[in-house]
């Protein structure tokens, strides 16, 4: 590396998004409320950092809702749950708090009102991932889950004319489009969603990791492996012709031999990472000579979203939701945008 310039590329946007940020609040708003423990189903977002410090705090993460202990509160996790896992609730006689991002809830909520038009739903996404199981648990008769362009030869609806995508919000945009495209091949006249589905944090985080990832030997994504949207933006690194690109949760899973030959290095999160962790990967980047950091901006954002209703000024802890009550909520009627992105 003699006599080559060392320096980073640092993308922005990156890290935590309004959904992300309104879900971690959440969890310790309602802790600063109600005092431990408070239950939340599933990791409230995808990192390990962030459970681990809740857990400290006295977050208990189950798997599922019949482990919380009847009369207690129960956060539902920014992925979203399907309304079977509503009513579990109901039946425990738990009190819930729901931190779905509003973003994924205008999804649930497309698929509902597709559902009531008779459409077919096609949801593009992948098997097991939350956000997909949510989902698809609010019109199961309706909506075909596609896991990549192999899905879309297996097809089949009722009414090539009645067809309808969704997808789940944090997958790459040039992966989403492909198979749009191909299932447009198939069935001409299926319809797309009123807006795009791809949130705009994950947008935004990968026009970055494109604008930098010619420029990056190596292009570094600070991200949980259980993280969607984390992993796509090392296939998207990649794709941008970055020469190398790694996932990790903290820097000390960095490889010193990526290192070698490498003048630039692009440095990302995901949408679910505190900077703090991006803070240690650039001081351990200092330390190996790469002290000179670069920010590509691809975007502002200013999106902020309000906490849940049951936090805003209770009166006393969350009461457990009457019967029926889950299906003529708002859905988004807690949520503030203070500009577009």
Same mark, same amino acid.
């Not at 977002?45 to 681990?52: G, M, P, Q, W």
């Not at 703090?276 to 901006?297: F, K, M, N, P, S």
């Given at each position: 590396?003699?006599?080559?310039? +060392?320096?980073?590329?640092?993308? &922005?946007?990156?890290?935590?998004?309004?959904?992300?940020?309104?879900? /971690?609040?959440?969890?310790?708003?309602?802790?600063?409320?109600? *005092?431990?423990?408070?239950?939340?189903?599933?990791? $409230?977002?995808?990192?390990?950092?962030?459970?681990? =410090?809740?857990?400290?705090?006295?977050?208990?993460?189950?798997?599922?809702?019949?482990?919380?202990?009847?009369?207690? $509160?129960?956060?539902?996790? &920014?992925?979203?749950?399907?309304?079977?896992?509503?009513?579990?609730?109901?039946?425990?006689?738990?009190? =819930?708090?729901?931190?779905?991002?509003?973003?994924? =809830?205008?999804?649930?909520?497309?698929?509902?009102?597709?559902?009531?038009? *008779?459409?077919?739903?096609?949801?593009?996404?992948?098997?097991?991932?939350?956000?997909?199981?949510?989902?698809? *648990?609010?019109?199961?008769?309706?909506?075909?889950?596609?896991?990549?362009? %192999?899905?879309?030869?297996?097809?089949?609806?009722?009414?090539?004319?009645?067809?309808?995508?969704?997808?789940? =919000?944090?997958? #790459?945009?040039?992966?989403?489009?492909?198979?749009?495209?191909?299932?447009?091949?198939?069935?001409?006249?299926?319809?797309?969603?009123?807006?795009?589905? /791809?949130?705009? &944090?994950?947008?935004? +985080?990968?026009?970055?990791?494109?604008?930098?990832?010619?420029?990056?030997?190596?292009?570094?994504?600070?991200?949980? +492996?259980? #993280?969607?949207? #984390?992993?796509?933006?090392?296939?998207?690194?990649?794709?941008?012709?970055?020469?190398?690109?790694?996932?990790?949760?903290?820097?000390?899973? $960095?490889?010193?031999?990526?290192?070698?030959?490498?003048?630039?290095?692009?440095?990302?999160?995901?949408?679910?990472?505190?900077?703090?962790?991006?803070?240690?990967?650039?001081?351990?980047?200092?330390?190996?000579?790469? !002290?000179?950091?670069?920010?590509?901006?691809?975007? !502002? !954002?200013?999106?902020?979203?309000?906490?849940?209703?049951?936090?805003?000024?209770?009166? *006393?802890?969350?009461?457990?939701? &009457?019967?029926?009550?889950?299906?003529?909520?708002?859905?988004?009627?807690?949520?503030?945008? %203070?500009?577009?992105?």
């Amino acid at each position: 590396m003699t006599g080559r310039r +060392r320096r980073v590329l640092l993308a &922005a946007p990156r890290g935590v998004c309004a959904g992300v940020d309104r879900a /971690i609040a959440t969890v310790h708003r309602a802790l600063e409320l109600y *005092g431990a423990p408070v239950y939340v189903r599933h990791e $409230i977002v995808h990192n390990k950092y962030v459970v681990k =410090t809740l857990e400290k705090k006295g977050a208990i993460f189950v798997d599922e809702t019949e482990e919380v202990p009847e009369g207690n $509160i129960v956060i539902f996790s &920014a992925h979203g749950v399907a309304p079977l896992v509503r009513e579990e609730a109901e039946r425990g006689k738990l009190a =819930t708090i729901d931190a779905t991002c509003p973003l994924v =809830t205008k999804v649930h909520k497309e698929a509902v009102h597709f559902a009531k038009a *008779g459409y077919d739903i096609l949801l593009i996404g992948h098997a097991g991932h939350e956000e997909v199981i949510g989902t698809s *648990g609010e019109a199961p008769d309706h909506i075909t889950l596609v896991d990549g362009p %192999e899905d879309v030869q297996n097809v089949e609806v009722r009414d090539p004319d009645k067809v309808v995508w969704l997808s789940q =919000t944090t997958l #790459s945009v040039d992966e989403t489009m492909e198979i749009v495209d191909a299932l447009k091949g198939r069935f001409p006249n299926l319809l797309s969603p009123p807006s795009d589905d /791809i949130c705009y &944090a994950t947008q935004n +985080r990968q026009t970055a990791v494109k604008q930098m990832g010619a420029e990056a030997d190596l292009v570094i994504v600070v991200g949980s +492996r259980n #993280s969607s949207n #984390s992993v796509r933006l090392v296939e998207v690194a990649l794709g941008a012709d970055a020469r190398d690109a790694h996932l990790v949760d903290q820097p000390e899973e $960095i490889d010193e031999t990526w290192l070698e030959g490498v003048g630039t290095v692009g440095v990302t999160s995901g949408a679910s990472v505190p900077e703090i962790l991006v803070h240690g990967v650039l001081d351990w980047l200092a330390q190996r000579g790469y !002290e000179d950091v670069e920010t590509i901006t691809a975007a !502002e !954002e200013h999106q902020r979203f309000a906490l849940p209703r049951e936090l805003a000024a209770p009166a *006393g802890p969350p009461q457990p939701r &009457a019967p029926g009550a889950w299906h003529t909520r708002q859905a988004g009627s807690n949520t503030t945008a %203070e500009g577009p992105t």
